[in-house]
């Protein structure tokens, strides 16, 4: 089991690997071995997911699920590919963690009657010196 937060944690066997070639600089070895990892997740059908952490993850990481509801994540930033499926496995783990956490409601407030009192005298006042600017005597424009 992997540990996400106290209260939550996922199935290793949830988790599905599969190591892919890496493109980009890196010479032989990047055309020999296979070192980029490929995780595979599925929210939609994780036993071990509570539905409201299934529903913010899925808000939160839309772009990376595929249309069998699984979260794909490509790790390729190391050589290694022990330390890029860590860096796969601690990326699913941030992204659970954020999920979990409940977002706080917003409360409806009103500003205070002071604070409606200053913007209008402040209004005011910048409306009077507006008025002094230009010609002393103005038609009737």
Do not use: Y
């Not at 036993?47 to 390729?76: K, T």
């Amino acid at each position: 089991m992997i540990r996400v937060t106290h209260a939550l944690s996922i199935d290793e066997n949830e988790i599905h690997w599969e190591a892919v070639r890496a493109s980009g600089p890196g010479g032989q070895n990047v055309n020999k071995v296979s070192t980029a990892v490929q995780l595979r997740f599925d929210v939609l059908h994780s036993a071990n997911l509570p539905d409201e952490v299934r529903q913010r993850l899925l808000c939160i990481a839309h772009r990376r699920i595929n249309s069998r509801g699984e979260l794909v994540i490509d790790a390729r930033r190391h050589r290694s590919q022990t330390r890029n499926r860590d860096d796969a496995l601690d990326r699913l783990v941030q992204l659970i963690r954020l999920a979990a956490v409940r977002p706080k409601t917003r409360r409806k407030t009103k500003p205070p009657l002071a604070a409606k009192q200053r913007r209008l005298d402040a209004k005011r006042h910048r409306g009077q010196l507006k008025r002094t600017r230009g010609p002393m005597f103005r038609d009737g424009d």
